[in-house]
C-alpha cells in the first residue's frame, strides 16, 4: 500500500520563512546583506535568498546596475513596492489612481529588468480590502503591514502579513523567537526590512547589523535541522499556489502529480510524501524512485 501526501513546504520542511526588503535604494546596506548571505553560504552550505521591493521613483542608474547582478547571482528576487511610495493604497484614494499605480509600477519594472514582478507590497500601510482585491488584476500575491503568521492552507494571497526587523532590537532574541514560532506553528513568516545600520540616526526602519548576521546564522542552523525552508518571497508564493492546486493520482505503482496553473509561471519544484509498507520501485511522473518502508520518503520534483 502507497500513501502519497503533498509537503506544504519544500523538502518538507516544518515552515517557511523569507526576508523582503522595502524600496530598493539602500545599496551600501543591500551589499552588505550580500555578504552576509555569502558567509552563511560558505560556512553552511544554505543560500539565503531574498525579495527586493522596490519603488520606481526610488532608483537610479548605480542601483539597477546592482540589482541586475544581484538577480543574476540569484541572491534576491524581485517585487513591486509603487511607482512613487505617495498614493495611500486605501479606498480613501480613488480606484482608478491605485489601479495606475499598480500596473505602471509593473510595467516600468519591467522594461528596465527584463522581467515583470508578480507580488506587490503596498507602501505606507492602511490597506483595504478594495485594494487587495484590485490588486489581483496585475499579482499573485500581495504583501501588507505587521500581523500574525500566515498559513498555507488558509492563507489569503493578497493580505499575507509580516514580522517587522526593527533598529530597537539590541540583540538577536526577537528574531529567534519569531523564527522558532513560525516553525512550532507549521507556519509561514515574512519579516519587513529596510536597510541595516548601526547607526543611532537611522532609528527608524533599520535593522542593526548584527542582528541581522546573527538571525541569519541562525536561519541556516534551523534549515540544515529540516526545519525551515528559507525561500524568497516570490519562491514561497509559488510553491504555495502549486500546493493548493496540485492533484494527486494513484495506480498500482505509478504515481501521478499534476496542475493545471499556468508553468511559466508557476515553476517551482513541488515536495511530495510517500510512505508503504514494503520496500519497492516507484514511478513519480513517469521518474522512477526506490523508497524504503516504514519512513516518510521526500521526493522533490518539477511539475
Known sequence: MINVSLSKYLNNAKGAFSFTFDDGCYADSTRKTVEIFKEVEAKTGIKIKATSAQTVGF??????????????????????????????????????????????????????????????VIPGGGESEGACALLKKHYIANRVGEGPINYPDTMNFMR?????????????????????????????????????????????HAQKVHTFYDECFYLAERALAGDIWIASFNDAIKYFYEYKNAKISTQGDEITVS??????????????????DSDRQITVNGAPFNIKAGKENIITLEL
Open 160 to 204: 499575507l502579513t509580516s514580522f517587522v526587523g526593527r533598529f530597537a532590537h539590541e540583540d538577536v532574541t526577537p528574531y529567534k523567537e519569531y523564527i522558532d514560532k513560525v516553525i512550532e506553528s507549521e507556519g509561514y513568516g515574512i519579516q519587513i526590512n529596510h536597510w541595516l545600520s548601526e547607526k543611532e540616526s537611522d532609528v527608524h
Open 259 to 276: 496542475c493545471d496553473l499556468d508553468k511559466s509561471i508557476f515553476n517551482h519544484p513541488l515536495t511530495i510524501v510517500v510512505s508503504t
Open 59 to 120: 532608483l537610479h542608474e548605480g542601483t539597477i546596475a546592482m540589482w541586475k547582478e544581484l538577480f543574476e547571482q540569484g541572491y534576491y528576487d524581485l517585487a513591486s513596492h509603487s511607482l512613487d511610495h505617495c498614493i495611500g493604497y486605501n479606498d480613501e484614494t480613488p480606484e482608478e489612481k491605485r489601479l495606475e499605480d499598480a500596473e505602471k509600477s509593473r510595467d516600468r519594472l519591467a522594461e528596465i529588468y527584463g522581467q515583470a514582478p508578480l507580488c506587490f
